[in-house]
């Protein structure tokens, strides 16, 4: 800490003197500290900023008093009561200059011998640190508490003490007791210490004067002890009675007055009789229990009505032993109201009694302190779950905290940490942090971490790469402030995760590649049936746009007759996750009617159904060629037909003048007929053979022709001849197929 009126070179010296183990402090002329070590601090319990211009803890040297400016001074065994220890002290002046006088004070403890010289050996309270549990027990404690050196002069007090008197505690420490006492008592105080320093040990009660001057009436219990430095004190405790007091008078006064004055308390105060039984209740009582001070008189038992089941047994014992026991405090019971809601009553108690010191009674006093055990079972809850999560979480965390150089120390791991690093956290507590990981010294993680720690600046990372002899992963760190200076790093080994993340990328980029160098249209749907990916091929196919498909205008691209048995199909395979298969037409903007065979089938994951994943084959051409093949077919019928109808034709055509040739040759040959007669057969057998001669000529004709090739004759011919001639040879043939005919 550096002073006003530090000289440039100054630093260096407080940089050692912040080093050294010895309690040093600094002051001025008015004996007020102007700087202290870490050493001292840690010693008083205080900060830097705490201790800068309170009073030395050694009243040894007074500076006004020392004509000495520099040089040094000894004192052996000097007793610090609010350090509660002896030291052997050497001043030292470290300043020429009149105006401004400093000394330095170096402080060696000596070690407690531990002999008490038959007296009880008491640890002043002020030298705990502030969030000790007996400096918490002193200064909360109900009880006035008082400690003295022989002179009288008070060493310590507590708050209890502070509230009675109305002073504050440094305008008590260091002076006489009799501030407290009455004026006219200061005799009585004197005589009083001697007889305590004597071996009495003093019980009574007394009338104490506060700050302002009012009185209050306090019940002291005053005995001597040795304290830490050997020599004797006097411990003072003090139960205020005032309002116990009151009470008495004014019951002795009047009942009805001191009925008065506790009806106007506001914790509900009640009077039990010398058998137990409870006689008056204020009205507090009814805001407390839901029943009014009669209806709690009245009660046959009044602990099973309000005390709760569990706490009545105990409660019991406490009226027994408020019967026995002049004063009790912090009874704490579960009580329960009238509408059957609980709440928590920590009871105080006085005993009272006539002036003949026979008991009347037992008055107690009780506050509703629901909230403060609520609030303390929440802290409990809290505490509990914050341990549960720490101990139960997943990922790892690790805790530091910031020494008084600012160096970060480990101070522990939860269970996951172990697990995940495979290491016993355990053996690196208290270790710095590149001492434990010391691969991370020259990064900037222990920057972040100190900011964490220090500034509360939370710190993210998705990615640090590890690797010692010990660990090797990559992990995902969060580092964040848990309280002042100390922080913790949240982390999970994102190892195993990485190389899939590089796996999938992989596997992506080779989806990709496949689907854009695949030959048919591929698609893929949301569980909904909501197009969410296609490739360019299916965009060739539909003439549809990547946008267009994803904006759901696939079914504009349908044929419009294929449209309404494809909406129907489409949605029986969303609904009962079954896959679909089916041929039908897309309409291109230019007018091109495209053929495709499409199926999908479902795209289940882990037992989810998350889509379809379909593809769109282009059979075009496969439509056409079954299209072409049907007319081939239904050609070659027709033409079958009309190849068994020319055939039955032609052999009728053959048959004929082949039966007339036969006939009129058998006839010739047979010599039965005339020369005239004969001559006749051979007419008709003449044209019978030029009209097979012809028929075979047609044949050759029509099979030139259906193969393509017969030369064309474009000769003029009179078509009136052919028409006659046509009609002859028909009316003969009909005439012969007559002749024919049996």
Not at 35 to 41: D, G
Not at 263 to 274: K, M, P, Q, R
Not at 281 to 303: C, H, L, Q
Not at 373 to 386: D, P, R, T, V, W
Request: net charge negative; aromatic share 8%; proline share 3%.
């Amino acid at each position: 800490m550096k002073t006003q009126g530090n000289t440039d070179n100054e630093p260096t010296i407080y940089y050692i003197l912040d080093a050294m183990d010895d309690c040093i402090c600094i002051t001025n002329d008015k004996n007020n500290i102007v700087y202290s070590n870490p050493a001292l601090c840690r010693r008083a319990g205080l900060t830097q900023e705490q201790m800068q211009g309170t009073e030395v803890f050694w009243g040894i040297f007074n500076p006004n008093e020392s004509e000495k400016s520099d040089g040094k001074l000894f004192f052996r065994n000097a007793w610090s009561a609010r350090l509660n220890c002896a030291f052997d002290i050497t001043i030292t002046g470290i300043s020429n200059k009149a105006e401004d006088k400093r000394w330095m004070w170096i402080a060696k403890e000596l070690p407690q011998t531990g002999d008490t010289g038959g007296l009880p050996q008491i640890t002043t309270p002020g030298n705990l640190a502030k969030d000790s549990i007996d400096r918490t027990l002193f200064d909360n404690t109900p009880s006035g508490i008082l400690l003295l050196d022989e002179k009288g002069i008070i060493l310590d007090v507590n708050n209890s003490t502070c509230k009675s008197t109305n002073y504050e505690k440094g305008e008590l420490i260091g002076q006489y007791v009799g501030i407290l006492a009455l004026p006219e008592n200061a005799e009585l105080v004197q005589q009083n210490i001697k007889r305590i320093l004597d071996g009495e040990i003093l019980e009574q009660e007394v009338t104490s004067r506060r700050k302002d001057g009012s009185y209050y009436y306090s019940l002291l219990v005053e005995s001597a002890v040795q304290l830490p430095n050997g020599k004797r004190g006097i411990l003072s405790i003090s139960n205020d009675i005032t309002i116990r007091k009151l009470a008495l008078m004014a019951l002795q006064e009047s009942e009805e007055k001191f009925r008065n004055i506790a009806n106007y308390t506001a914790n509900w105060e009640s009077l039990f009789n010398h058998e137990g039984k409870i006689v008056w209740s204020n009205p507090a009582a009814e805001r407390f229990t839901g029943y009014s001070p009669e209806e709690i008189i009245a009660m046959p038992d009044f602990v099973s009505v309000i005390i709760s089941e569990e706490f009545r047994d105990e409660a019991r014992k406490s009226i027994q032993q408020g019967l026995k026991e002049k004063t009790g405090t912090d009874a704490v019971f579960k009580c329960k109201r009238k509408n059957g809601s609980y709440f928590w009553l920590s009871v105080s108690w006085n005993q009272i009694h006539d002036n003949n010191g026979i008991l009347i009674g037992v008055r107690t006093s009780g506050q509703d302190v629901t909230k403060q055990i609520e609030a303390h079972e929440k802290l409990q809850h809290s505490e509990s779950l914050y341990r549960q999560m720490v101990e139960n979480a997943p990922i790892g965390m690790h805790f530091y905290e910031l020494d008084e150089n600012e160096n970060l120390i480990f101070s522990g791991a939860n269970p996951a940490a172990d697990r995940i690093l495979n290491l016993d956290h355990s053996r690196l507590t208290g270790k710095p942090m590149e001492k434990v990981f010391p691969n991370l010294k020259g990064t900037d993680v222990p920057i972040f971490y100190t900011n964490a720690a220090k500034n509360n600046i939370t710190w993210i990372t998705e990615q640090i790469n590890y690797q010692d002899n010990r660990i090797s992963g990559v992990f995902e760190v969060k580092a964040f402030q848990t309280a002042p200076n100390k922080m913790v790093a949240t982390f999970s080994d994102i190892t195993q995760r990485k190389k899939t993340e590089i796996a999938l990328n992989e596997s992506r980029i080779l989806f990709e590649t496949l689907t854009r160098m695949a030959p048919v249209g591929i698609f893929r749907t949301n569980a909904k049936g909501d197009t969410t990916y296609v490739n360019a091929k299916w965009c060739e196919i539909t003439g549809l746009s990547y946008e267009e498909a994803l904006d759901g205008k696939y079914l504009t691209a349908l044929h419009p007759e294929d449209i309404k048995d494809r909406i129907d199909e489409w949605q029986n395979a969303v609904r009962t996750k079954t896959s679909v298969t089916a041929e039908y037409r897309f309409i291109q903007p230019n007018g091109t009617i495209i053929w495709v065979h499409g199926q999908a089938v479902p795209e289940i994951v882990e037992g989810e159904m998350r889509g379809f994943i379909g593809t769109l084959t282009d059979i075009t051409e496969l439509i056409d060629t079954q299209h072409e093949l049907i007319r081939a077919k239904e050609k070659a019928e027709a033409s079958n037909r009309l190849i068994i109808a020319f055939m039955k034709s032609l052999s009728h055509e053959i048959r004929t003048p082949l039966n007339g040739i036969l006939g009129f040759a058998q006839l010739i040959s047979s010599g039965g007929y005339s020369q005239e007669e004969n001559e006749e057969f051979v007419g008709f057998l003449d044209k019978n053979i030029e009209r097979l001669t012809t028929t075979i000529d047609n044949i050759m004709k029509v099979s030139l022709m259906a193969m393509d090739n017969m030369a064309e004759n474009q000769d003029n011919f009179e078509i009136d001849s052919l028409a006659r001639g046509i009609n002859y040879d028909n009316e003969s043939q009909m005439t012969e197929e007559q002749d024919d005919k049996p």
